[in-house]
């Protein structure tokens, strides 16, 4: 049932959000970096995967700690009785008299109700022990589930970068062939005063003939990272691509601030945030109670129990009601091997968990020193192709001048402008490589910010 309202909680917030989708803006909604990252979260499918898993694995932790707490059955049976003995009443009565024998002719339907309840006691030590192992198991798939969602977040967070990216190399495509077109009608003006020649022509045609073939890449790579994008929202096969568009997160992303007061390094930090590592040593911790579990198993069984029973439709002599109880142990003193072998294998699962652990820490310490200094030549790349930018729009202008002057050659001014091209792609691609850097390091530390 819990399940249930859940499921139906998350279509109906997804459906309010494709409604508030279809109601904004005349039927195209724009969607900030938040609130895209939240309708991920309710709707992509993969995490829909991870969340039932958790759930599951939770429920399942929930029924192994049902086995600590005592088993109450309730029964009935109804049987056809067909009996011609003799009845000894001083079975009943205390007496073990022969006297007190009499005929018993019984042919009817009889049965009885009845409730027994029992409980394990030393069986308690290894069950309870499954039942932590269940438990942290759980928390594990709980970690899992943190993990999945920041990894959506971060793979998000690059769609909609690569979005912008893409329209940002548009423009400046863009930019270019209006820049190039009317350079194109001069040439041609001066082509027909004989002040140029027909090459000076044909190379502004080329010039401006590659700048239409970089805005439709641009176009097509926009077309590409907004589809993917709208794949991750869970929003693919549902709405039109043109019914949904996106805020530019740039300035948002910019303000995040990597974690400086860290003691113990970046590594150290990571350690104690990713969720990935709390998976990893809950698993541990699940692996060592499994194998304590398999070795307390190997320990008799003993239980109590009691028993009621409600006798119907039997004759007058046979008591109506009677109380049993018991205590029960047993002990496999020979199972051929199999509990030692299932304590043996749990001990080994354990030794593969520690090894599991200790790589995952590894691995975390590596990311962070790789993503850190990913970010910090990005920072670099971006200070560089500022400084570019402002040396190539100077040559251009310069260039364009001296042609005039009639010191430069159209192929000189080309240049130029291949070159300011360059520059202004190179800015936009170093800027949006910083911010993805960015975010990987972050999402690498763990840091809430990613």
């Known amino acids: 049932m819990k399940r249930s309202l859940g499921v139906l909680l998350t279509a109906w917030l997804s459906g309010a959000a494709l409604a508030s989708a279809q109601e904004s803006a005349g039927g195209r909604k724009l969607y900030d970096l938040n609130e895209a990252v939240e309708l991920a979260m309710h709707q992509n499918p993969r995490l829909l995967v991870a969340r039932h898993q958790s759930s599951a694995n939770r429920d399942a932790a929930s029924s192994t700690r049902g086995h600590l707490l005592p088993l109450v059955k309730v029964g009935t049976t109804y049987d056809y009785v067909q ?11 205390g007496s073990s008299s022969s006297s007190s ?37 759980a928390a594990a798939s709980d970690a899992d589930l ?16 690569s979005l912008f990216e893409a329209r940002a ?10 820049q190039l077109t009317d350079q194109l009608r001069v040439v041609q003006a001066e082509f027909k005063d004989g002040t140029r020649t027909k090459v000076d022509v044909l190379r502004f045609q080329v010039a401006a003939a590659n700048a239409d073939q970089q805005q439709i890449q641009a176009q097509v790579d926009e077309d590409n990272s907004k589809d993917q994008l709208l794949g991750l929202l869970g929003l693919a096969g549902r709405v039109d691509r043109d019914q949904v568009d996106f ?10 601030s990597l974690p400086t007061d860290v003691p113990d390094g970046q590594e150290k930090f990571a350690e104690s945030h990713r969720p990935e590592m709390f998976s990893a040593q809950l698993q541990t911790d ?48 020979w199972d051929w091997g199999v509990n030692y072998y299932q304590a043996h294998a749990a001990g080994e699962q354990l030794g593969a968990a520690e090894a599991n652990r200790e790589s995952v820490r590894e691995q975390i310490d590596v990311e962070v020193r790789t993503r850190l200094a ?31 002057a009639g010191a430069a050659t159209t192929t ?23 911010l993805r850097a960015r975010s990987a390091l972050l999402k690498a530390l763990g840091s809430e910010q990613s």
């Open 83 to 93: 009996a011609n003995e003799g009845l000894d009443l001083g079975a009943f009565g």
């Open 101 to 137: 024998s009499m005929p018993l002719h019984l042919s009817a339907w009889a049965g009885d109700f009845n409730v027994t309840l029992a409980q394990p006691l030393l069986g308690l030590v290894h069950i309870g022990q499954d039942f932590a192992a269940a438990d942290k198991a």
């Open 146 to 161: 943190h993990a999945s969602e920041a990894e959506l977040r971060a793979q998000v967070e690059a769609g909609f970068l």
């Open 169 to 178: 190399e548009k423009d400046i495509a863009l930019a270019s062939h209006d």
């Open 247 to 256: 805020l530019d997160p740039t300035d948002e992303l910019l303000k995040r």
């Open 286 to 333: 699940a692996a060592w109670h499994r194998k304590q579990a398999r070795t307390f198993s190997l320990l008799p069984e003993v239980n109590v129990s009691y028993s009621y029973y409600r006798l119907l439709n039997t004759p007058e002599a046979l008591p109506r009601d009677i109380n049993l109880f018991g205590l029960s142990a047993s002990w496999n003193v």
């Open 374 to 404: 990913q970010e910090r030549a990005a920072a670099n790349a971006v200070h560089v192709a500022s400084d570019a930018i402002s040396q190539a729009e100077e040559a251009f202008r310069v260039t364009a001048a001296t042609v005039q």
């Open 412 to 434: 000189d001014l080309l240049d130029a402008q291949a070159a300011l091209t360059q520059a202004r792609q190179n800015l936009v691609r170093s800027k949006y490589e910083e």
